[in-house]
């Protein structure tokens, strides 16, 4: 299926539409304020591990990442201090991927690492789906690097691509080359492990 939502105004048929497919274990493409992004309800443990196999994730070595709505219930799936609380309100929503200790919440196969990405992306199509599925999403750039920068930017392709691999591709307009700037916040010395498209605000 493929879905066009204006990020200005949401159209909110379409958004339940999406969420509706989220709710039944779907995996979705969806832009963000940086790449689009390949996501499933992340409390759906067996569409997170579709997503794994889909992009070759490595789950016991890789970090998995989850986009919230905002900060308000953010320590129920990342043990947050109130250091980091401070940086991820003056930064966030943005193109940002905090790496924090996993919480309590989150399905097991969140803790193989023991640590998760926390977005909040400045974008209102993938926050209005979010708010409206009342969990958070997980979520992997489709962005390759060796891939032609169209197939991971424009919607019409991305779809072309994964329109057989995916239930839902939204088309949000032309996404960006540049992904998120990851800041690791395991401890209080926070430290930039990948510069990205994010400003970094202390």
């Known amino acids: 299926m493929f879905i066009k939502i204006y990020p200005q105004n949401p159209n909110q048929k379409e958004i339940n539409k999406v969420v509706n ?11 963000t304020d940086t790449v689009y992004a390949m996501g499933c309800d992340a409390m759906n443990v067996r569409s997170v591990e579709r997503i794994c196999q889909l992009k070759g994730i490595d789950r016991r070595k ?7 709505y905002d900060l308000s219930n953010i320590s ?6 109130n250091a980091v609380f401070k940086l991820m309100r003056k930064n966030l929503p943005g193109p940002f991927t905090f790496i924090l200790p996993t919480g309590s919440e ?26 409206e ?17 169209e197939y991971t930017t424009d919607p019409e392709l991305i779809y072309e691509k994964y329109g057989d691999l995916v ?6 307009g032309y996404g960006s ?12 010395d926070f430290e930039i492990i990948r510069q990205g498209k994010g400003v970094f605000i202390l």
């Open 106 to 131: 989150l399905p097991k196969i969140y803790k193989n690492k023991k640590e998760v990405g926390i977005r909040v992306p400045n974008n209102n199509i993938i926050r209005q789906l979010v708010n």
């Open 133 to 149: 599925l009342g969990n958070p999403i997980m979520t992997t750039s489709v962005r390759d690097h060796d891939e032609v920068a």
């Open 167 to 172: 239930e839902v591709v939204i088309d949000g």
């Open 21 to 31: 497919i989220l709710r039944e274990g779907g995996v979705v493409i969806y832009p």
């Open 62 to 68: 890789s970090n998995l990442s989850i986009i919230c």
């Open 177 to 188: 080359t540049e992904p998120s700037t990851v800041i690791d916040c395991t401890t209080d």
């Open 76 to 81: 129920e799936y990342a043990k947050v201090s």
